[in-house]
């Protein structure tokens, strides 16, 4: 699973990184960072997606995984 954010609209709520502190940070005016931008555990990616959902400003998105394709 991988995130976005947008730190243009990000308003320094931090209830992204109340929810998920290993996988989300804030600079000194308080907007999002990303520690990373892709989740490989099962725990974190469930509390990560809750994140995304409670972020005010929407500033954070799921970003679609591109199906492989066979060759």
Do not use: H, W, Y
Not at 16 to 26: G, K, N
Not at 34 to 40: G, K, N, R, Y
């Amino acid at each position: 699973m991988k995130v976005a954010a947008d730190r243009e609209i990000c308003m320094s709520a931090g209830m992204c990184v109340m929810t998920a502190e290993e996988f989300f940070d804030q600079d000194d005016d308080g907007v999002v960072l990303l520690v990373s931008d892709e989740v490989a555990d099962t725990d974190l990616a469930r509390r990560v997606r809750n994140a995304v959902n409670l972020c005010p400003s929407g500033a954070l998105q799921l970003v679609p995984e591109r199906p492989i394709r066979p060759t």
